[in-house]
């Protein structure tokens, strides 16, 4: 083998099987740098944390010289891009924003080479660069020249055969060289294209851009020396609130944490922090990748060769078409600035993280100072007796935090600067205030879960005495030195009450009765022998509740809020919330105290003129004095026939029971003298038989004659009524 001299040390390197692998060719292989220029990162100092999946960061600090420069994640790219602000309150400006291209793992692929996408370790490499200029180094010497392949050939090694591999490699003096592979210590590729596609390649394999940091390069006009404020917004963990009730005299204590968590990619050192409660809306745009328009491709179509015989076997050829991705707008670069700090950050129009990249403007004035943070309050001790608990809370005194309403949001301004380190969990003090709050029982009704529903939770009813809203999650109870339980709290408005339920309670239970009923109301229409009339229906649920404790009780049962539902007889202290109505009552020691819970409703009743209720609505109706008098007059008439016809059933009724009572009674003579005639004597007795059989006779022809005049009068009276009903037509109550 011929040896050559290697080249610059500069070319790339990669350890690969077991030497090195070099990738590039002295100056022509380097890969193109930026060129250097003033530069200076301003540190943050200010930080809002949302509930919507975003933090607001604002950066403030003089630079001296033409750029400002920031070291921001690839993930923080399109967040950045689209909400990037750039004040400048000295006489300078910002002119514009830059940072590398970015383009997809695949399409940076299928730009590669085939055999650069296809090298996958030493023996590939040798195999798909063939061809390529590369120069070998081996332990007895190198060689230097083009690669013409790799084979392979077994070899005995004492009692086994072994596969041994080969490179051949053509010289630049034309012989062909043959390098066993397990001899290269070192290959360096002396094809500037595949050097940088091996790097581009192995950078798309190690998905080198989702964890490398990416310089964000802002360059600045005019006066070199820049007091530069610079705010935006990029993706973080929302922050999460946790609490803490301590039960003691004179009034509880309720503290509010956050968990704050840090993967900025830097430390927050002294900033100022702001945690808002809320989620305003929020998304994500992809401003950075390069967005490809597809183009009609108008190449000729088909091949251009030669004749040749013709193949049995043969085929069109069909060829791959890329497809791109549509062209996305380009954003609009404007936007009013606020000087206020709290407009940059949980303000209006932060939220709702839509606005465009503005470069330039002037700061009007600076930020107004803080007031100075009071000392922080000692911890309570919970490990000490009740008694020095409750004097421990007394010391606790002083807001840690000032509390803003911005719009439906509302924000907590950590009054003490705030240090969180990278890739860390900081718990923040939010809330430190007493409340009113009382232990009680809370019955859920409707809960499916089944015995649950008879047996309630022990609970802290509290109301959020403090000035600032709460946002949901857990909570813990104590009691003087001891714990309780653990709940969870939804979101809490100021002087809103909410329950904490902790714990069930066997020894109070509920049983419940349930009866409804209607009562007639207001009549609204009549038409067609049909009255639309208003009835008041009511449901009533009375819930007895019987408690076995030693003490006394304060029982809450919570029912669904109904619409269009009125609680007829709602109790003093009772607990209103938008779904629901949670009602209270006291349960001495060892007795029982009944609850009950009255729901009334108006509703519209169709009603036949001609039933004893329609009599009713009528009756109600006259006597409210306001029936206009042609109507008064045709419904009197009514309810007149009305009762003729309904006397005239009850006669009829009767005089049909006297027919059939005497018709019974002459079967009944009639069989005795059909049994004497059978029989000789008892002429006497069979001629009193007969004559009395005569005058029965006589009676039920009477009778029938009744029932027939009865039957008449009664079907000219439905005659009647039946003109007079279709004569009423109201078509609204007076």
């Given at each position: 083998m011929r040896g050559s001299p290697f080249r610059s040390s500069s070319c790339l390197a990669a350890l690969i099987a077991f030497g090195s692998l070099s990738l590039g060719c002295g100056k022509q292989g380097a890969v193109p740098q930026l060129p250097d220029s003033p530069a200076a990162e301003i540190p943050i100092k200010r930080v809002v944390l949302y509930q919507n999946g975003v933090g607001y960061f604002e950066?403030?600090?003089?630079?001296?010289?033409?750029?400002?420069?920031?070291?921001?994640?690839?993930?923080?790219?399109?967040?950045?891009?689209?909400?990037?602000?750039?004040?400048?309150?000295?006489?300078?400006?910002?002119?514009?924003?830059?940072?590398?291209?970015?383009?997809?793992?695949?399409?940076?692929?299928?730009?590669?080479?085939?055999?650069?996408?296809?090298?996958?370790?030493l023996l590939q490499i040798l195999s798909v660069f063939r061809g390529a200029r590369v120069e070998l180094e081996t332990r007895s010497g190198g060689v230097a020249g083009r690669i013409v392949g790799v084979e392979s050939m077994e070899q005995r090694v004492g009692d086994h055969v072994a596969t041994i591999w080969r490179a051949t490699v053509r010289t630049d003096e034309g012989e062909i060289a043959v390098v066993a592979v397990d001899?290269?210590?070192?290959?360096?590729?002396?094809?500037?294209?595949?050097?940088?596609?091996?790097?581009?390649?192995?950078?798309?394999?190690?998905?080198?851009?989702?964890?490398?940091?990416?310089?964000?390069?802002?360059?600045?006009?005019?006066?070199?020396?820049?007091?530069?404020?610079?705010?935006?917004?990029?993706?973080?963990?929302?922050?999460?609130?946790?609490?803490?009730?301590v039960m003691a005299n004179p009034k509880p204590l309720l503290q509010g944490w956050a968990v704050v968590d840090n993967v900025s990619g830097e430390q927050w050192k002294d900033v100022h922090l702001s945690l808002v409660a809320g989620a305003p809306l929020s998304f994500i745009y992809d401003l950075h990748s390069s967005q490809y328009t597809q183009r009609v491709d108008m190449s000729p179509q088909g091949r251009q060769v030669a004749m040749a015989p013709p193949v049995e076997e043969g085929g069109t050829a069909e060829y791959a078409k890329s497809e791109a991705a549509p062209a996305a707008p380009e954003p609009e670069a404007s936007m009013d600035?606020?000087?206020?700090?709290?407009?940059?950050?949980?303000?209006?129009?932060?939220?709702?993280?839509?606005?465009?990249?503005?470069?330039?403007?002037?700061?009007?004035?600076?930020?107004?100072?803080?007031?100075?943070?009071?000392?922080?309050?000692?911890?309570?001790?919970?490990?000490?007796?009740?008694?020095?608990?409750?004097?421990?809370?007394?010391?606790?005194?002083?807001?840690?935090?000032?509390?803003?309403?911005?719009?439906?949001?509302?924000?907590?301004?950590?009054?003490?600067?705030?240090?969180?380190?990278?890739?860390?969990?900081?718990?923040?003090?939010?809330?430190?205030?007493?409340?009113?709050?009382?232990?009680?029982?809370?019955?859920?009704?409707?809960?499916?879960?089944?015995?649950?529903?008879?047996?309630?939770?022990?609970?802290?009813?509290?109301?959020?005495?403090?000035?600032?809203?709460?946002?949901?999650?857990?909570?813990?109870?104590?009691?003087?030195?001891?714990?309780?339980?653990?709940?969870?709290?939804?979101?809490?408005?100021?002087?809103?009450?909410?329950?904490?339920?902790?714990?069930?309670?066997?020894?109070?239970?509920?049983?419940?009765?349930?009866?409804?009923?209607?009562?007639?109301?207001r009549l609204l229409s009549i038409v067609d022998g049909q009255i639309l009339s208003e009835v008041l229906v009511e449901e009533r649920t009375t819930y007895t509740i019987k408690n076995l404790n030693k003490e006394a009780v304060t029982a809450y049962v919570k029912g669904e809020r109904r619409s269009d539902w009125k609680l007829s007889n709602q109790p003093q202290g009772t607990v209103e919330t938008p779904n629901a109505l949670i009602v209270p009552v006291s349960v001495p020691a060892g007795k029982s105290a009944d609850l009950p819970i009255i729901w009334t409703k108006t509703m519209e009743r169709n009603i036949e003129i001609g039933t004893d209720i329609g009599t009713t609505v009528l009756k109600l109706y006259l006597q409210g004095g306001h029936v206009p008098p042609e109507i008064a007059k045709t419904l009197k008439e009514v309810l007149d026939t009305k009762s003729l016809l309904q006397q005239n059933q009850t006669d009829s009724a009767r005089v049909r029971g006297q027919y059939d009572d005497s018709s019974r009674d002459q079967a009944r003579v009639r069989d005795n003298l059909d049994t004497l005639r059978k029989t000789k004597g008892n002429q006497a007795l069979q001629a009193q038989l007969a004559q009395k059989l005569a005058k029965q006779e006589e009676e039920l022809g009477k009778l029938s004659g009744k029932l027939v005049e009865l039957s008449e009068a009664g079907a000219a009276l439905e005659r009647r009524l039946t003109v007079l009903i279709k004569n009423v037509r109201l078509s609204k109550a007076e």
């Open positions: 950066r403030e600090g003089l630079v001296d010289g033409n750029q400002l420069t920031l070291q921001i994640r690839p993930s923080q790219i399109n967040d950045i891009l689209k909400s990037l602000t750039v004040v400048d309150a000295a006489d300078g400006r910002a002119v514009s924003v830059s940072l590398p291209l970015e383009k997809s793992g695949d399409r940076v692929l299928t730009e590669l080479p085939e055999q650069v996408r296809n090298a996958n370790g001899d290269i210590s070192k290959v360096l590729i002396l094809d500037r294209t595949l050097a940088v596609g091996l790097e581009q390649s192995l950078d798309v394999s190690l998905n080198e851009g989702e964890w490398k940091p990416t310089t964000l390069a802002i360059r600045l006009a005019g006066n070199p020396e820049h007091r530069l404020r610079a705010s935006y917004i990029v993706e973080m963990p929302r922050w999460k609130p946790a609490y803490r009730i600035y606020d000087d206020e700090s709290a407009a940059m950050g949980a303000g209006a129009g932060m939220g709702s993280a839509s606005r465009d990249m503005m470069v330039g403007g002037a700061l009007k004035k600076a930020s107004a100072p803080r007031r100075p943070a009071p000392a922080p309050a000692p911890p309570v001790a919970l490990e000490a007796p009740a008694a020095q608990v409750d004097q421990l809370l007394e010391s606790q005194s002083g807001p840690s935090v000032n509390g803003a309403q911005v719009g439906s949001l509302f924000r907590y301004d950590i009054a003490d600067p705030v240090t969180v380190p990278d890739r860390s969990s900081t718990l923040v003090a939010i809330v430190n205030k007493r409340v009113s709050a009382d232990e009680v029982v809370l019955f859920r009704p409707d809960y499916e879960g089944g015995p649950l529903g008879q047996t309630p939770y022990r609970a802290i009813k509290f109301t959020n005495d403090t000035p600032y809203t709460l946002e949901k999650g857990p909570v813990t109870l104590y009691t003087g030195s001891t714990f309780l339980g653990e709940g969870f709290l939804d979101r809490v408005e100021p002087g809103a009450t909410h329950f904490v339920s902790y714990a069930l309670d066997g020894k109070v239970s509920l049983n419940s009765d349930y009866s409804t009923k209607e009562e007639g109301g």
